[in-house]
């Protein structure tokens, strides 16, 4: 596609409920993140892929936190037992570039916007 | 361990007003910093980056920011501000980690009076 895509845009769940969030990085794009932006805050790093594996996660604020992406392109982000602070933008960005480096930018999507009740 | 502060959670200026963003950094190690641009409801785009070379940076839309390595600074300006670049704006500087992940300070809305 022409961009990172997500979905859905806007989520609403109960507290306890189990949530999916999806990514659909721009094709081709080896890396992909994961980040959380509470409200009036920058983004914080979730989790972050290159193709297949999970290289990093080390943001990810509990267990309750899962990401996959086992095919190296489309990536969910999921969220077990919802609770209120989990309420917050969860933006999706990809790179057509493995790690880091000059030449390395992140394009993100528009991001789910997830309310916990 | 690295991090980003941006001074000014709010900024007002009046429309062909010069605009200034301010952003410090610290980082261990020569940084790699970005600045980018949050409309509503829309992803985050990318203004401009500054990875070696010539510390002063133009972007899109006008935008420039020099890498000021003595003050670890690195601030976003524009000569004429238009109604269009009311936005979010957010400096990040590159993790030290060979991940590439983004450290985002808190952001800077800035308002644009007619």
């Known amino acids: 596609g022409a961009g990172v895509s997500q979905s859905p845009r806007y989520k609403v769940a109960k507290r306890g409920q189990d949530v999916a969030l999806r990514c659909d990085p721009i094709?081709?794009?080896?890396?992909l993140f994961w980040y959380q932006q509470a409200l009036g805050q920058g983004p914080e790093f979730l989790t972050y892929?290159?193709?297949?594996?999970?290289?990093?996660k080390s943001g990810l604020p509990s267990d309750r936190f899962f990401a996959e992406r086992p095919e190296g392109s489309v990536s969910t982000l999921k969220i077990q037992r919802t609770q209120q602070e989990d309420s917050a933008v969860y933006l999706c960005?990809?790179?057509?570039?493995?790690?880091?480096?000059?030449?390395?930018?992140?394009?993100f999507g528009a991001g789910t916007r997830l309310s916990v009740l | 361990a690295q991090s980003v502060t941006q001074l000014g959670s709010h900024v007002s200026v009046s429309e062909g007003a010069l605009v200034l963003l301010r952003c410090n950094y610290s980082?261990?190690?020569?940084?790699?910093l970005f600045w980018y641009v949050q409309y509503p409801n829309q992803g985050l785009q990318l203004l401009l980056k500054?990875?070696?070379?010539?510390?002063l940076v133009k972007g899109i839309n006008g935008f420039e920011a020099e890498f000021k390595k003595s003050e670890t600074s690195f601030h976003l300006t524009k000569p004429s501000a238009h109604m269009s670049d009311a936005a979010e704006y957010f400096c990040?500087?590159?993790?030290?980690?060979?991940?590439?992940?983004?450290?985002f300070g808190q952001g800077t809305t800035l308002q644009v009076k007619p």
């Open positions: 990040a500087v590159s993790d030290e980690s060979n991940t590439g992940k983004l450290i």
């Open positions: 500054y990875t070696t070379g010539a510390t």
């Open positions: 094709s081709g794009h080896v890396s």
């Open positions: 892929f290159q193709n297949e594996a999970q290289l990093d």
């Open positions: 960005a990809s790179s057509n570039l493995a790690g880091g480096g000059a030449k390395n930018i992140q394009y």
């Open positions: 980082s261990s190690v020569p940084p790699y």
